[in-house]
């Protein structure tokens, strides 16, 4: 009995064990990229989330490129957080031909610089007030490198600090100062950033219950409220990603990012950055892979390269004639605009330009519209487009294209773009007649992000203390005793030994020995012949 007994407790406690450690996890949602396919489901320091390509508003003559990593990242995932990985590299691509090549690669690797070893568990052990505090004991660097037109990649930065997770207002009581010091200038006027942030992606996510319920009724709740990612921002002039390096002449380029890893992996050891690297995520237009590429085929498109799109006929497919407008039109009696979907092409695959002869007229944000682009070399491939010659617009429209603000989405990508909604609109067919679907106008009733986005470099929001939005619920501000007694735990010792830690080695201490007692006592009840009594 008491053998079944331990066997017993000792289950319970496996069970429990394992319920804690799967309620520290993220939810098993999908959004824009967030964990869209099987594989990269798996690896989410190598999962591209979202991409965003746009005129850069403080800076006339640049543009921003803004990709993130790594979903669903709670602000109170500790002792580890979420740093980049060292064994990936990142990349942002540029295609200005419209051959679906990269023409422009913009390479980051990422190196860790970790001091707690065995003294502590503790990411930083004191307030730290600057990247090269000695109290943040976890820190990273990284290297960008740049390749243009397939010469040989240049090293345009290294050892650059990366802004931290952030971890609290006792360790980081000032995280924007942290933030603006991983926010760097480099000689050509470029502007480099990586570090975390808010997941910028709001949407309401039950798209995926049939169409939010089949009845409309599960929509405006932000799922990604509270949620931080891990971003890459880069701010180049036109000069360095427009063909000829004339902007005026070609002004349209097409954009993605992708994460490599080696072929065959090794703990511990970087990525190689040879031909034993392959690709294992992908990214240009949101939702894509989501909502349009089928369950079977996304692996499959997390590891190819735009210009084998147009070669694969059932991704052709899913775009020429889509899913969602037929579950639209099931559930909600919404008539679907018939097949083939050019219109969606133009979105997708090519770019609108009128040289498509396509149902949108404009002369947007296709490669053909480059003057010295070679129509014969042209390839449908699924990129993010943007004309960087559009103005910005004096009172931006969240829903892009779709509502006459001809510098959002599908036009590129601004942080402020409704995608969910546009995309709606337009797989409708709100493309084809210039006017919004009315049966669909409210979309998910999430329009705007949790956190305001900054008006300058990197623009991203500051990532969330909490999954609360920001401060943390009932915490009581400490008594001016304590904050004066415990400024940091470096001055406990190299070890950060203060009385908390004290305190928790007692406790764990304890445990331990009573596993230890009920261990003997369990295996001395079992020697003991049948009949006699413990003492």
């Given amino acids: 009995m008491i053998r079944r007994r331990a066997v017993a407790l000792t289950a319970l406690s496996g069970v429990l064990l394992l319920a804690a450690w799967h309620g520290l996890g993220p939810s098993g949602a999908v959004a824009s990229s967030h964990r869209e396919a099987p594989l990269i489901a798996a690896d989410p320091a190598a999962d591209n989330t979202d991409l965003y390509a746009f005129v850069s508003p403080d800076r006339p003559g640049y543009v921003t490129f803004v990709a993130n990593w790594v979903p669903f990242e709670d602000p109170d995932g500790g002792p580890n957080f979420y740093p980049f990985a060292t064994d990936a ?6 295609d200005n ?7 422009a690669v913009f390479r980051w690797t990422f190196e860790n610089v970790d001091k707690r070893g065995n003294g502590t568990f503790l990411y930083a052990n004191g ?10 004991l976890f820190r990273q660097t990284y290297t960008l490198e740049s390749s243009f037109n397939g010469e040989p990649f240049k090293v345009r930065s290294t050892e650059t600090p990366v802004a931290p997770s952030r971890v609290g207002k006792a360790s980081m009581p000032d995280y924007k100062v942290l933030r603006d010091q991983a926010a760097i200038k480099l000689p050509g006027g470029w502007r480099i950033f990586a570090g975390q942030a808010d997941d910028p992606f709001f949407l309401d996510l039950r798209v995926f219950d049939l169409l939010y319920g089949g009845d409309l009724s599960e929509v405006g709740r932000d799922t990604l409220a509270g949620y931080n990612v891990n971003t890459i921002v880069l701010e180049v002039p036109f000069k360095d990603v427009a063909l000829k390096a004339d902007a005026s002449r070609n002004p349209v380029i097409g954009v993605w990012s992708t994460t490599d890893r080696a072929r065959v992996r090794v703990s ?6 040879g031909k034993d690297r392959v690709q294992v995520s992908r990214l240009g237009n949101p939702l894509v892979n989501e909502v349009v590429v089928p369950a079977g085929l996304k692996d499959a498109f ?45 979105i997708f695959l090519t770019g609108i330009t009128t040289k498509a002869n396509g149902p949108i007229k404009a002369d947007l944000n296709s490669q053909l519209n480059n003057a010295d682009v070679d129509p014969k070399k042209f390839q449908p491939a699924e990129e993010l487009r943007l004309n960087l010659s559009v103005p910005q617009a004096a009172t931006p429209n969240r829903l892009g294209v779709i509502a006459g603000d001809l510098q959002g989405f599908p036009n590129g990508r601004r942080l402020t773009d409704d995608v969910v909604d546009i995309g709606l609109q337009a797989l409708m067919g709100a493309a084809q007649t210039g006017k919004i679907v009315d049966a669909i106008a409210t979309g998910d009733k999430v329009d705007a992000n949790d956190t305001a986005f ?8 500051l990532p969330h203390l909490t999954r609360g939005g920001g401060a943390v619920p009932g915490a009581a501000a400490p008594s001016p005793s304590t904050a004066a007694a415990t ?4 001055a406990a010792g190299a070890t950060g030994a203060g009385d908390d830690t004290l305190a928790i080695v007692a406790v764990g201490g304890g445990l331990a020995l009573l596993l230890l007692f009920v261990a003997g006592w369990w295996w001395r009840m079992r020697r003991k012949p049948a009949g006699e009594v413990s003492p």
Avoid: H, M
Avoid at 268 to 273: E, L, N, Q, R, Y
């Fill in 89 to 94: 590299v990142y990349n942002i691509n540029v």
């Fill in 268 to 273: 511990g050891k970087a990525a190689p950055v």
């Fill in 454 to 461: 900054g008006e300058t470099f990197p623009f991203v929001a």
């Fill in 302 to 346: 997390n590891s190819i390269s735009p210009d084998k799109d147009a070669k694969i006929p059932a991704v052709v497919a899913r775009v020429t004639d889509p899913e969602v407008p037929k579950l639209i039109q099931a559930i909600y009696n919404v008539p679907a605009p018939a097949a083939p979907r050019n219109d969606l092409v133009e």
């Fill in 487 to 490: 400024p940091s735990l470096a």
């Fill in 97 to 103: 031909d419209g051959d679906a090549k990269a023409d």
């Fill in 127 to 136: 307030p730290v007030t600057s990247l090269d505090d000695e109290n943040l």
